[in-house]
Every structure is written in C-alpha cells, then in structure tokens.
C-alpha cells in the first residue's frame, strides 16, 4: 500500500474515557462528536500524519447534570475552549501491529505532548460499499491536571472525588478516500 487520505467512519468508531470517582469506581463516558484528517499507509503508520479534533460539548456520561457540570467553567468550559485537538509529531513501531504515537494534545488553553498506545486491527473490503476499511485501537492515560482542569472536593473518608489520570480508549474504522 501507500499513502492516502482516510477518513473516520463514525457510525463505527468511538471515543471514550473513564475515571476513578470517589476513589471507589470508575465513570465511563464517551464523545459523540469527533473529527480526523489522516494520511497514512495502514501497513507501516510510521509515516503517518494525523489531525484529531473531539468537540467538546458532545460529551456523554450518560447523566445530563453531569454532563452540564462537565461542559461548565469546573471542568471543560466549552464556550471559551470547544475543542480538544491531536497532531501527531512521532511514530514509533512497538510490534508488527503496534506503534506508540506521540503528539501534540491541545486542550482547555494547554498545549503538550503525549503518547498514545496504537494497534493496528487490519485492513478489510466493506461487502455493502466496496471502500477499504483499515481499524485502529488506541488507548492512553491524561492528567486532567496538567491541562488546568483541577476542579475537585475531598471525601471525609479520604482522597478525592474525581482522579486526576484519564484514561482514554478510542476504537477508529477508517475508509481510504476514492
């Protein structure tokens, strides 16, 4: 293969995080709305070039309080920072299938890298359109601290309400553009 332009199948890809709550659970969570402008050869991502966007406001805990708490000025405040944004910088190959992906994560007014764990799924013929559809898993953890996102309340019991680590999950489905 070479490289080409993909673009991101929504109806089947996800972007989704979870965190500890109260020291006791997790809370799981996803965007709806997302975005990428990807360049790349599915057999060696190492010369890959990608543009993430999520849209902000389209976050999904499944509770509509907090998520309103979510999108106001304690958390995201998405009126004035409406977009978290990816660009990659580095790729590296950790396997055959996996590559750790390093960018430019710019989020709530902060700009800094990150490294994203990447598995490569494969490359299939879509039987209902005839596009090929390359899948991609990715997981990676955020420090909800170092983008300026402190917003907290301590328990009487004992640590605090909402971790600081993020951990990320997105399952991607591309199509190579025609």
């Known amino acids: 293969m070479t490289i080409a332009k993909w673009n991101v199948d929504i109806a089947h890809s996800n972007v989704d995080f979870s965190v500890r709550h109260m020291m006791v659970s997790k809370v799981k969570g996803s965007f ?90 494969g490359v299939a013929k879509d039987p209902m359109s005839g596009a090929e559809k390359a899948g991609f898993s990715v997981e990676g953890t955020l420090k909800r601290s170092e983008y300026n996102l402190t917003w907290n309340a301590s328990l009487e019991t004992g640590g605090v309400l909402v971790s600081d680590d993020v951990k990320i999950h997105l399952e991607i489905q591309a199509a190579k553009e025609a």
Request: aromatic fraction near 10%; avoid cysteine.
């Open 32 to 121: 709806n709305d997302f975005t990428a402008e990807v360049e790349a050869d599915p057999n060696d991502l190492t010369t890959a070039s990608l543009t993430f966007t999520i849209n902000m406001a389209s976050i999904d805990t499944r509770n509509d309080d907090r998520d309103n708490h979510l999108r106001s000025a304690d958390f995201f405040e998405v009126e004035k920072y409406p977009e978290l944004t990816f660009t990659s910088t580095e790729i590296k190959r950790k396997s055959e299938d996996t590559y750790a992906v390093t960018g430019n994560v710019s989020m709530h007014g902060v700009t800094q890298p990150e490294t994203f764990n990447v598995t490569f799924e």
